[in-house]
């Protein structure tokens, strides 16, 4: 059987997007299928899978695959991918809450709900102060820890582009304080109203974007009272916006794309 399927990046941050609403998929989406379809020499390539399902309670249930098989809770630039699919304004349900996607001018704007500073929400693996965690590794020191649908840690640096990102993201993602594992984010404050950041993603490695990286960074940038609350976010992808309203509740905007459709026999991955 082949399933069809829609490539998409938001900020270079790309998916396979599957529409399972109207036919469901041919069988189970198993770990070694992820993977395969996301192999970017013999598969579609991918740094998250993305599967659209029917829901009662919502326009659609997202379900949000890393490229290494894991399903995890939220994906920023996957939800303003799918808001662009969707077309008009859209209620989606994840594993990490309810979201609201609507079209703007500028892209797609994504009510991402509200932040979570509770240790045990995070989580960690026992308490302790979520806003400046007395843990470090090598050079990065005292981040934020902050839970965005997915949780992250947050570390403020004078030259995020200079931190060796590719060899602390992994060691800090997998660090047994993190029971769930964690997404690692170094932040540059440019000014008020402007940052730079690089993440680490949970499952996925090193990535050009990461819309819920750059959430929890500027959350966390506007808890320390580093910025205004609303703030440019420069990924190596491109820009988002993100504010933090009085409401609690974060709103990030940024734009999607579609790179191209396609089919792929699905035996060919299964399992």
Not at 160 to 170: F, I, K, M, S, T
Not at 206 to 217: E, I, N, P, V, Y
Request: negative net charge; proline residues 6%.
């Amino acid at each position: 059987m082949r399933v069809p399927f829609t490539k998409m990046h938001g900020l270079g941050n790309d998916f396979i997007v599957l529409d399972a609403r109207g036919t469901p998929l041919p069988g189970p989406l198993e770990n070694a299928t992820v993977k395969a379809l996301a192999d970017r020499r013999e598969g579609i390539g991918c740094d998250q899978l993305i599967v659209m399902e029917p829901d009662d309670t919502a326009t659609i249930r997202m379900r949000i695959y890393n490229s290494d098989g894991g399903e995890v809770e939220a994906c920023g630039n996957a939800s303003r991918a799918v808001g662009m699919l969707l077309g008009d304004e859209a209620t989606i349900a994840t594993a990490g809450g309810m979201i609201t996607t609507r079209p703007e001018a500028n892209g797609i704007s994504v009510d991402m709900g509200t932040p979570r500073f509770e240790w045990d929400a995070i989580p960690l693996a026992y308490p302790m102060d979520t806003e400046r965690l007395p843990l470090g590794w090598d050079a990065l020191e005292g981040p934020l820890a902050v839970n965005v649908g997915n949780p992250h840690v947050v570390f403020f640096v004078d030259d995020a582009q200079a931190v060796p990102l590719d060899e602390l993201g992994p060691q800090i993602e997998t660090d047994s304080v993190f029971p769930e594992r964690i997404n690692v984010n170094v932040a540059e404050v440019i000014d008020g109203t402007t940052m730079r950041l690089r993440v680490w993603e949970r499952g996925a490695g090193l990535t050009r974007a990461c819309g819920t990286g750059a959430c929890a960074s500027a959350v966390a940038a506007m808890r320390r009272g580093l910025v205004d609350r609303k703030v440019t976010v420069h990924l190596p992808g491109g820009p988002l916006t993100i504010a933090w309203g009085e409401d609690d509740r974060i709103t990030m905007t940024g734009g999607a794309t579609e790179a191209f459709r396609g089919t792929f026999a699905w035996d060919d991955y299964a399992g």
